[in-house]
């Protein structure tokens, strides 16, 4: 069993943008599906992004289509999730998460491993 650590989040205004990054520190995520989900206080958590362990296919939730982009590198063992165009309805905490064989992406149960998060909050 591995840890995720994610990182990158704070505070920036809307149409600014922000780039987290998510790794497992002593642990290779090559084999992993990366997925990355978000937690409003109130609110269910949503599935954002995802991508396969090869890099080759990707996922993205409808309201951050366009703004969003994931990407990973393997070498280093991180994936990253650049966030452009922020507005305030992305304010949330936001985890990634890691499964060897996935069916339905953006159901966080799925995952079998998880972040402890890191906060965006997008405010001017």
């Known amino acids: 069993q591995f840890q995720l650590v994610e990182s990158g989040g704070g505070l920036v205004q809307p149409g600014g943008s922000l780039r987290l990054s998510c790794t497992a520190p002593?642990?290779?995520?090559?084999?992993?599906?990366i997925g990355w989900f978000r937690q409003a206080p109130g609110k269910e958590r949503e599935g954002v992004s995802c991508?396969?362990?090869?890099?080759?296919?990707?996922n993205y939730a409808d309201s951050v289509k366009g703004r969003f982009t994931i990407s990973r590198d393997n070498a280093k063992s991180t994936v990253y999730l650049q966030m452009n165009s922020l507005k305030p309805e992305d304010t949330a905490v936001y985890f990634c998460?890691?499964?060897?064989?996935?069916?339905?992406?953006?159901?966080?149960?799925?995952?079998?491993?998880w972040g402890q998060g890191t906060q965006v909050t997008v405010s001017s």
């Open positions: 991508i396969s362990s090869s890099g080759t296919n990707t």
């Open positions: 002593g642990f290779t995520l090559e084999h992993y599906n």
């Open positions: 998460a890691a499964d060897v064989r996935l069916k339905i992406w953006s159901n966080p149960w799925e995952y079998d491993y």
